[in-house]
């Protein structure tokens, strides 16, 4: 395997890997930070078009939002600039089993011209082996380097994203092929409930801590406590006015340890019409990010 040489760190990475202020006008300073939605379409009852979904967002108070895979981003982009949104994310499934010739999705060189300029972060799932087989390590650090240099002209950062159950599941993995990989354009997110079903309560903030200085994005949801959702008992994705876990001690954490990044909405699996989710959520939101 040929990897392209590594990049050095720069001491400003995290400023590096922050999207650009929102281009929604007026002044930029808000009561509370910006917040994007994703798969908030994916089990939406009414199942709004693009045009649709971008004008409920601007009508409730989101930012923008995230994408899923690489279909119809062009419309996407469309619809949320007619809107005064952003696209902040773009998800996209990478094969480190090493058995596919091509490890992504081949349109996401025709979707990078589309991107430049936006601050748009390419979120990465690596999937195709057990959890952390070690296996897959070097099949992920060449395909992480490739798209991260593939990105770097257009100005996308990519953010690798731990879910359960994939080769990369947790904030520890990510944060490993970040270092290894070391490109100014390449981060983690955190995602608290991918972490409530692999983490342990005890080392949240330690946890945090390590990760800031590539910490690009974190994404949340209402949830129910941690033990709760190991065991299988509790729900790990409601809306953020459900749940009994104390979202308003994350977000004191995460801004007591300074992270000033995006903030992403997790939808995935909520049904009924996705306006009375996303109106209950954003409403919590309110009040649990308003200055104190």
């Known amino acids: ?7 050095p760190l720069p001491l400003l990475l995290a400023a590096l890997c922050l999207p650009p202020p929102a281009r929604t006008g007026g002044p930029q300073a808000q009561e509370t930070p910006p917040l994007f939605a994703f798969c908030m379409d994916t089990h939406d009852a009414r199942k709004r078009t693009l045009p649709e979904q971008a004008e409920m967002l601007k009508e409730l108070g989101y930012a923008g939002a995230g994408h899923l895979w690489l279909d ?3 419309e996407r982009l469309k619809t949320l600039d007619a809107a005064g949104l952003r696209l902040f994310q773009i998800y996209i499934r990478v094969d480190v089993s090493g058995r596919a010739k091509q490890g992504y999705d081949p349109r996401l060189k025709d979707v990078l011209p589309l991107l430049k300029g936006r601050g748009v972060q390419l ?3 690596l999937q195709g082996r057990k959890p952390a087989d070690p296996q ?4 992920a650090l060449e395909l992480v380097c490739e798209i991260a240099d593939l990105a770097r002209e257009p100005g996308a950062t990519v953010a690798l994203y731990p879910h359960a159950g994939d080769w990369m599941e947790r904030v520890q993995d990510a944060l490993r092929v970040a270092e290894k990989a070391d490109r100014p354009n390449v981060g983690v997110m955190f995602n608290l409930c991918h972490w409530m079903k692999t983490g342990e309560e005890q ?3 330690p946890l945090l801590e390590k990760a800031l ?3 690009v994005a974190v994404s949340l949801s209402g949830s ?3 033990a709760e959702v190991k065991s299988g008992k509790g729900k790990w994705i409601q809306p953020l006015d459900s749940g009994t876990y104390d979202l308003a001690g994350f977000l004191k954490m995460l801004k007591d340890l300074g992270y000033r ?9 909520i049904g009924g019409d996705a306006r009375d989710h996303l109106a209950r959520s954003m409403a919590a939101w309110r009040k649990l990010a308003a200055p104190r």
Do not use: F, N
Not at 1 to 7: E, G, I, K, L, Y
Not at 136 to 139: A, I, M, S, V
């Open 203 to 205: 080392e949240l903030k």
């Open 224 to 226: 129910d406590a941690v």
């Open 261 to 269: 990044g995006p903030v992403g909405l997790q939808c995935y699996g």
């Open 123 to 125: 979120a990465l799932l």
């Open 136 to 139: 897959g390590e070097e099949r």
């Open 72 to 74: 119809r981003v062009e």
């Open 213 to 215: 200085p590539r910490l």
């Open 1 to 7: 395997m040929t990897v392209a040489r590594p990049c």
